[in-house]
């Protein structure tokens, strides 16, 4: 037996030679043949009353790996525990109701809101009126199992009044194969949306510039976006490509190329890039 363990292991023992038939739980570490400390935990019974006995039972098992394992979850844990109290994200959690049963202090930093005013709520309430019922329809899919990992954009409210565009990225939370509620992460993309306003503004003032200046060299009206996606065209680019190239959406593309067909009144994107070359 380990020496820091003796003590209490003779008082366990004194305490049951006190009183027949008592019996109690205890452990200690004992030392393995290979010179290491093992943990093992055990019963002992007061028996010395039974002539068949006339003993103390002591029955014991090595319980080292369930402590290292337990030991291991815990130190997981306070690690997860820490990254999720440090995070400037918002990290929460919901029931399969969609009430909101976990926050992280980051929800207080954005939001402005005490945790304390928002766990065991819907979290419909902390969205725009506009983007609730997108929200609570997607959360009911997810639930039934039809989660589709994309991240969405919601309007949520602060304590102001006011609403801030955020983007979650949920996914749901399993016990025993079931899903029983929602983990994710909200970010605020205030500032990320502002510098893509501001970079579209700036892109739209340096096409309408140059549309200006091209003036009699654009003789169909073209704008500026649809004059580039032209000579994309005449390069044989697909519609996948300019996409790509343009980092626009291949819709997008195909709207641009709509509107150079009708106003060079073409019948073909091919024709319309040959005519691009000729003229």
Known sequence: LHPEDIEAAMTSFGVILLQRGAS???????KAKDGTWRLVEGRAHNLLHDPSVQGIILTSHDITARRQAEESLRESEERYRSFVEAASDIIYALSREGVITSLNPAFETITGWPREEWLGRHFGGLLHPEDRPLATHLFARATNGEWDGDPREYRMLTSGGEYVAT???ARPRLQDGEIVGHVGIGRDVTARKAAETAKQSLREDI????????GAANPYGLTFREMTV?????QGKSDRD????LAIGVRTAQTHLSSILIKMRAASRTEAGVRAIRE
């Open 207 to 214: 096409e309408a510039k140059a549309e200006e200046h091209l």
């Open 167 to 169: 983007e979650f990225l």
């Open 24 to 30: 109690a739980m205890m452990d200690g570490r004992i």
């Open 230 to 234: 032209l000579h994309l065209v005449a």
């Open 242 to 245: 300019i996409s790509d190239l």
